[in-house]
T-cell receptor, first 111, second 112 residues
Framework: GQNIDQPTEMTATEGAIVQINCTYQ??????LFWYQQHAGEAPTFLSY????GLEEKGRFSSFLSRSKGYSYLLLKELQMKDSASYLC????????????FGRGTSLIVHP | KAGVTQTPRYLIKTRGQQVTLSCSPI?????VSWYQQTPGQGLQFLFE???????NKGNFPGRFSGRQFSNSRSEMNVSTLELGDSALYLC???????????FGQGTRLTVV
């Protein structure tokens, strides 16, 4: 089984940088995903990490350390529209490749 | 390319009834997964279908079932509804064992 932990809620100021952490425990690792979900909408894919290091995609970056069971999503130059829930999901090696989702971090960006 | 389509968007049912939800995946995607999302439990995996076969199953009771048709469209059924089944039911599709899943808008089920 897997245990995925991420903060329930975070707040940040428009224009700032915010880092959303995700820690996981799994018997075997085969990739970590980040999704964004605005209230009342479908989750949308942000990033996928399977090797250690930083993946940058515009204002969003995702980092993975497999030895520490740790990932973070970094959002730069925050905009009001970044207010959303951010879901961390981990895929376990061997067997089902279906990822297990954390409960999500609700990010509130204020002016 | 059209996205994942779920119908209906909203549904109100009474305890004991059954319900069927529908999901049309992105054209060409053969894998369809279903999730239940609640504030307390987050996103929980129900089951996954690929080429009309259930390939993976989560830890939900037998009241929750599904199927997939030859055109990859999928339905999920919940029988003998309970108040606790009130949730957002999300469907996601991908090409096979693809990395990125594309989610539909979901069906908001309320059981009264």
């Amino acid at each position: 089984g897997q245990n995925i932990d991420q903060p329930t809620e975070m707040t940040a100021t428009e224009g700032a940088i915010v880092q959303i952490n995700c820690t996981y425990q799994t018997s075997g690792f085969n990739g970590l995903f980040w999704y964004q979900q605005h209230a009342g909408e479908a989750p949308t894919f942000l990033s996928y990490n399977v090797l250690d290091g930083l993946e940058e995609k515009g204002r969003f970056s995702s980092f993975l350390s497999r030895s520490k069971g740790y990932s973070y999503l970094l959002l730069k130059e925050l905009q009001m529209k970044d207010s959303a829930s951010y879901l961390c999901a981990v895929r376990e090696a061997g067997g089902s490749y279906i990822p297990t989702f954390g409960r999500g971090t609700s990010l509130i960006v204020h002016p | 390319k059209a996205g994942v389509t779920q119908t209906p968007r909203y549904l109100i049912k009474t305890r004991g009834q059954q319900v069927t939800l529908s999901c049309s995946p992105i054209s060409g995607h053969r894998s369809v997964s279903w999730y239940q999302q609640t504030p307390g439990q987050g996103l929980q995996f129900l089951f996954e279908y690929f080429s009309e076969t259930q390939r993976n199953k989560g830890n939900f009771p037998g009241r929750f079932s599904g199927r997939q048709f030859s055109n990859s469209r999928s339905e999920m059924n919940v029988s003998t509804l309970e108040l606790g089944d009130s949730a957002l039911y999300l469907c996601a599709s991908n090409e096979g064992q693809g990395d990125e899943a594309f989610f539909g808008q979901g069906t908001r089920l309320t059981v009264v």
